[in-house]
C-alpha cells in the first residue's frame, strides 16, 4: 500500500483534510454517474474518510426548466427522510417526507431552462463508515435568473441504512439524461490525525 499524503518519510502530518477521490465531466448526455469505492487501501477506498463530498455543476436533458438531481447510495432500495427548504427571491417554502431508495438533494436545470445555465450543488455526507444512519446535507442553485424559475436550496436527509457507503449513484428525477458539460467532483474528509 503506498503512503498516503498524510504520511511523510514514516511521519504522521496533517495533509489536506480533503481529498479529491474522483471525477467526471460528461462528454456526452449520460443517463446517470456512478462513483465506487475502490476497496483497495490506495485513495478511492471510501473506508479510510469520515465524510464524503460531492460537488456538483449539471444540468439534464428533460424539457422542463428545472429538474431535481437524485441520488441513491448502494444502490440500495433503503429509505431516506428529508426535509427541504427553498426560496427563489420572492417566496419561500418548506417540505419534509420519506422517501424510497432515493433523494432529490438539489434541483437542476432542465433542458428548457436558458441555454447553458447549468445547476450547482454541494452535498455534504457524514459519518460515512459509521454503524449508524447517515446524514446528508445539500446546499444548491438553478434557475434562468428569472424569480419564477430560479431557486437557492437547502436539502437534508438521512439515510435509513447502517452499512458504510460504498456506492453512489446520480440521475435525473424526471427523465432524459445528465446532459454533456455536466461534472462531478468527489472528495473524501480525513479525520484529523494528529494534535
Not at 428525477?173 to 472528495?187: E, H, N
Request: aromatic share 10%.
Amino acid at each position: 500500500m503506498a503512503d498516503p499524503a498524510y504520511i511523510v518519510d514514516g511521519v504522521l502530518t496533517d495533509g489536506e483534510a480533503w481529498v479529491g477521490v474522483a471525477s467526471t465531466t460528461l462528454g456526452s448526455d449520460a443517463a446517470s454517474v456512478t462513483f465506487t469505492s475502490t476497496d483497495d487501501g490506495q485513495v478511492g477506498d471510501w473506508s479510510q474518510y469520515m465524510d464524503l463530498v460531492l460537488v456538483c455543476y449539471y444540468r439534464t436533458t428533460f424539457a422542463s426548466v428545472n429538474v431535481n438531481l437524485t441520488l441513491n447510495f448502494n444502490n440500495a432500495s433503503t429509505d431516506f427522510s428529508y426535509q427541504i427548504l427553498r426560496g427563489n427571491g420572492s417566496a419561500a417554502s418548506a417540505v419534509s417526507g420519506t422517501t424510497n431508495g432515493r433523494w432529490d438533494p438539489a434541483e437542476g436545470a432542465g433542458a428548457s431552462a436558458t441555454a447553458n445555465v447549468f445547476a450547482s450543488a454541494v452535498i455534504h455526507t457524514f459519518d460515512v463508515n459509521s454503524g449508524k444512519y447517515k446524514p446528508s446535507i445539500a446546499r444548491g442553485a438553478s434557475g434562468d435568473h428569472s424569480s419564477t424559475n430560479s431557486y437557492t436550496t437547502l436539502h437534508a436527509s438521512t439515510w435509513k441504512s447502517q452499512a458504510a457507503i460504498s456506492e453512489i449513484d446520480l440521475w435525473s428525477r424526471t427523465g432524459g439524461s445528465l446532459a454533456s458539460g455536466s461534472r462531478f467532483d468527489l472528495f473524501g474528509v480525513l479525520p484529523r490525525m494528529v494534535s
